[in-house]
């Protein structure tokens, strides 16, 4: 059910999901807004069976305004001002985050006019209680920062630790945007040194520089930006937050031993993903298990969008057998003695590679209590889009009432006409299906029985059907009427392309396909080059898009009475097209 955004009247905006007259919830609006003052984006629920609405009331004094005129911390808008939005539904991960308490998951926030520049409600409003300055440079970091002399007002501190010495966030501190975490107490940064001798680089000591150009932090492997300490002489360079990294890391939600620091001289093996790692590692002295920094918080259960089930990490997979296991995402080989994330069914086999399966944080979710997402699953796949009128001695709807169709449905088994196709697939009709009498509409058993709400393997988030005269797929790139699935706010997938499973056997090909999002290269079928991804082979260079995946076996054509099949190894002395008497390319 999807909640719209009603436009701003009088003295509060009502968001709500049913065609009532405006006039009957403004009564109920103004009943609620004679209670204690509310914070925006409290909310109320009335007949909760029919409708759900969020009351925003700014009257004077105990209300908040729906513009603020401007915001000491982005002084380069100061003539903007500042406007109270709600956050959309779609998932950005480029704006709409906090810039003091960096959150982003909170219902109503306050926008500069001109930019993404945001802030929640509760922080703009305390403001008036801690003193800040206004971003300014400094050495130690490649972004402005921000000094908060009292960070406890906000909500900084319940979830991030200083950078520099991982301790809470209780004293004066100075904080990065919203899209970089660094974060750092005031006296820390006050007495940072500018010259170290450090465990990893013992010939000489490291100096405190700035870079305007990337370098490669040799701790963590990555591409940073702006200050690092680093020896010239022998090109070894640091990452200032990861100069001092923490002795005990404790997270029982991932790990219920604590892991423990070491410092190596050279490379080793990490037990929890299965990739090397350098200088860094942690311990677990109980369970004897090394693993990198970042892998000491990984989330122990999480439920992937290409996998029906939960899947669960662990360090090893103990199995009777001595077969081998490939991972489901890159079919590359699983080592069972190192960490992996795998389903928990009995008889599930489903394996895959911690980095292929945490590479896109859109694609799964972390899950806190399994059985309360598995009966939430269940429950959303099992929306029903039809009224049921009759049914027969098994128990079979015979006569049915389709949220797509204003007249009733019956159930047939046989067609008298020739090549009828069914108006949610757009495919012939050759099983039981589901007629009007009233009319030329007819649906596949089998499309009949698709849930309203279901969540689709190309995203975590839910996807929601409904019906289209004329839309054009965001998948195959091809243009049709019928169902469709609306996965985000970005992609609409036909019910031909929904069938299509993340790994596929491909007529034309010996080996299974499965789905790369990152593949970018030509595919075989028509030879454009792609850049959303394909199903491509992990034996051999074979790739096919969306499109040519989901061309029909057989078609007809009106220059032809027998049917055309579709081939995958052409003749080469007959490569012209018959239509257009064009040569034709062989290899496609």
Same mark, same amino acid.
């Given at each position: 059910?999807?909640?719209?955004?009603?436009?701003?009247?009088?003295?509060?905006?009502?968001?709500?999901?049913?065609?009532?007259?405006?006039?009957?919830?403004?009564?109920?609006?103004?009943?609620?807004?004679?209670?204690?003052?509310?914070? /925006?984006?409290?909310?109320?629920?009335?007949?909760?069976?029919?409708?759900?609405?969020?009351?925003?009331?700014?009257?004077?004094?105990?209300?908040?305004?729906?513009?603020?005129?401007?915001?000491?911390?982005?002084?380069?808008?100061?003539?903007?001002?500042?406007?109270?939005?709600?956050?959309?539904?779609?998932?950005?991960?480029?704006?709409?985050?906090?810039?003091?308490?960096?959150?982003?998951?909170?219902?109503?926030?306050?926008?500069?006019?001109?930019?993404?520049?945001?802030?929640?409600?509760?922080?703009?409003?305390?403001?008036?209680?801690?003193? +800040?300055?206004?971003?300014?440079?400094?050495?130690?970091?490649?972004?402005?920062?921000?000094?908060?002399?009292?960070?406890?007002?906000?909500?900084?501190?319940?979830?991030?630790?200083?950078?520099?010495?991982?301790?809470?966030?209780?004293? /004066?501190?100075?904080?990065?945007?919203?899209?970089?975490?660094?974060?750092?107490?005031?006296?820390?940064?006050?007495?940072?040194?500018?010259?170290?001798?450090?465990?990893?680089?013992?010939?000489?000591?490291?100096?405190?520089?700035?870079?305007?150009?990337?370098?490669?932090?040799?701790?963590?492997?990555?591409?940073?930006?702006?200050?690092?300490?680093?020896?010239?002489?022998?090109? +070894?360079?640091?990452?200032?937050?990861?100069?001092?990294?923490?002795?005990?890391?404790?997270?029982?939600?991932?790990?219920?031993?604590?892991?423990?620091?070491?410092?190596?001289?050279?490379?080793?093996?990490?037990?929890?993903?299965?990739?090397?790692?350098?200088?860094?590692?942690?311990?677990?002295?109980?369970?004897?298990?090394?693993?990198?920094?970042?892998?000491?918080?990984?989330?122990?259960?999480?439920?992937?969008?290409?996998?029906?089930?939960?899947?669960?990490?662990?360090?090893?997979?103990?199995?009777?057998?001595?077969?081998?296991?490939?991972?489901?995402?890159?079919?590359?080989?699983?080592?069972?003695?190192?960490?992996?994330?795998?389903?928990?069914?009995?008889?599930?086999?489903?394996?895959?590679?911690?980095?292929?399966?945490?590479?896109?944080?859109?694609?799964?979710?972390?899950?806190?209590?399994?059985?309360?997402?598995?009966?939430?699953?269940?429950?959303?796949?099992?929306?029903?889009?039809?009224?049921?009128?009759?049914?027969?001695?098994?128990?079979?709807?015979?006569?049915?009432?389709?949220?797509?169709?204003?007249?009733?449905?019956?159930? /047939?088994?046989?067609?008298?006409?020739?090549?009828?196709?069914?108006?949610?697939?757009?495919?012939?009709?050759?099983?039981?299906?589901?007629?009007?009498?009233?009319?030329?509409?007819?649906?596949?058993?089998?499309?009949?029985?698709?849930?309203?709400?279901?969540?689709?393997?190309?995203?975590?988030?839910? /996807?929601?059907?409904?019906?289209?005269?004329?839309?054009?797929?965001?998948?195959?790139?091809?243009?049709?009427?019928?169902?469709?699935?609306?996965?985000?706010?970005?992609?609409?997938?036909?019910?031909?392309?929904?069938?299509?499973?993340?790994?596929?056997?491909?007529?034309?090909?010996?080996? +299974?396909?499965?789905?790369? +999002?990152?593949?970018?290269?030509?595919?075989?079928?028509?030879?454009?080059?792609?850049?959303?991804?394909?199903?491509?082979?992990?034996?051999?260079?074979?790739?096919?898009?969306?499109?040519?995946?989901?061309?029909?076996?057989?078609?007809?054509?009106?220059?032809?009475?027998?049917?055309?099949?579709?081939?995958?190894?052409?003749?080469?002395?007959?490569?012209?097209?018959?239509?257009?008497?064009?040569?034709?390319?062989?290899?496609?």
């Amino acid at each position: 059910m999807r909640i719209r955004n009603f436009p701003w009247r009088n003295k509060f905006s009502i968001l709500f999901t049913r065609n009532i007259p405006w006039c009957y919830w403004q009564s109920k609006a103004m009943k609620l807004s004679k209670l204690t003052a509310m914070d /925006a984006g409290n909310c109320f629920q009335l007949h909760a069976s029919l409708v759900f609405i969020a009351i925003i009331t700014f009257t004077s004094n105990v209300q908040r305004p729906l513009e603020i005129p401007n915001y000491p911390l982005h002084p380069e808008h100061s003539n903007q001002g500042f406007f109270l939005r709600q956050r959309p539904h779609y998932d950005n991960d480029l704006v709409y985050g906090c810039v003091l308490c960096k959150e982003k998951r909170n219902m109503f926030f306050y926008e500069c006019r001109a930019c993404y520049f945001s802030i929640d409600i509760k922080c703009a409003y305390l403001s008036s209680s801690y003193k +800040f300055n206004q971003p300014s440079k400094h050495d130690i970091h490649q972004h402005p920062l921000t000094f908060i002399e009292s960070p406890t007002t906000i909500d900084v501190p319940k979830r991030f630790n200083c950078s520099w010495c991982h301790e809470p966030l209780i004293d /004066a501190i100075y904080i990065c945007d919203p899209d970089c975490p660094f974060i750092i107490h005031k006296k820390c940064l006050d007495e940072l040194p500018t010259k170290i001798d450090h465990l990893t680089h013992r010939l000489h000591p490291l100096i405190l520089n700035r870079s305007d150009s990337d370098y490669l932090c040799n701790l963590c492997q990555k591409q940073h930006f702006g200050p690092f300490y680093g020896c010239s002489l022998c090109h +070894f360079n640091i990452n200032v937050e990861c100069a001092w990294p923490r002795s005990i890391v404790e997270d029982k939600s991932s790990h219920q031993h604590p892991f423990s620091l070491l410092w190596r001289q050279g490379s080793f093996i990490c037990d929890a993903c299965d990739t090397e790692g350098n200088y860094i590692s942690y311990i677990c002295l109980k369970c004897c298990i090394e693993v990198h920094k970042k892998c000491t918080s990984l989330p122990r259960i999480i439920k992937f969008s290409r996998h029906d089930h939960c899947i669960f990490h662990k360090h090893f997979l103990q199995t009777r057998e001595l077969t081998r296991q490939d991972c489901k995402i890159c079919f590359n080989e699983v080592k069972l003695d190192r960490g992996s994330y795998s389903c928990g069914k009995p008889g599930c086999n489903y394996v895959v590679h911690v980095n292929c399966v945490l590479e896109n944080e859109k694609l799964y979710e972390v899950i806190e209590d399994e059985k309360q997402y598995e009966e939430f699953y269940e429950k959303s796949i099992q929306s029903s889009i039809i009224r049921v009128i009759e049914v027969n001695e098994v128990g079979e709807a015979t006569k049915i009432q389709h949220f797509t169709h204003q007249y009733y449905l019956g159930l /047939a088994d046989k067609m008298e006409e020739i090549d009828r196709k069914c108006d949610g697939c757009m495919l012939s009709i050759s099983t039981l299906f589901y007629y009007c009498s009233e009319c030329p509409f007819f649906l596949h058993k089998t499309c009949v029985e698709l849930p309203r709400i279901k969540q689709h393997w190309f995203r975590q988030a839910s /996807a929601t059907l409904f019906f289209k005269d004329f839309q054009n797929c965001d998948f195959c790139d091809q243009s049709c009427s019928g169902f469709f699935y609306e996965i985000d706010e970005w992609w609409d997938m036909s019910i031909r392309c929904d069938k299509v499973v993340d790994i596929i056997e491909c007529e034309g090909h010996q080996h +299974f396909l499965f789905y790369d +999002f990152n593949y970018e290269k030509e595919c075989n079928g028509c030879g454009v080059e792609n850049n959303n991804g394909a199903f491509r082979c992990g034996e051999c260079r074979f790739a096919l898009d969306f499109g040519c995946l989901t061309f029909p076996h057989s078609t007809l054509h009106k220059i032809d009475e027998h049917m055309l099949n579709l081939t995958y190894h052409d003749d080469k002395e007959q490569s012209y097209c018959d239509i257009c008497e064009r040569e034709r390319d062989p290899r496609l």
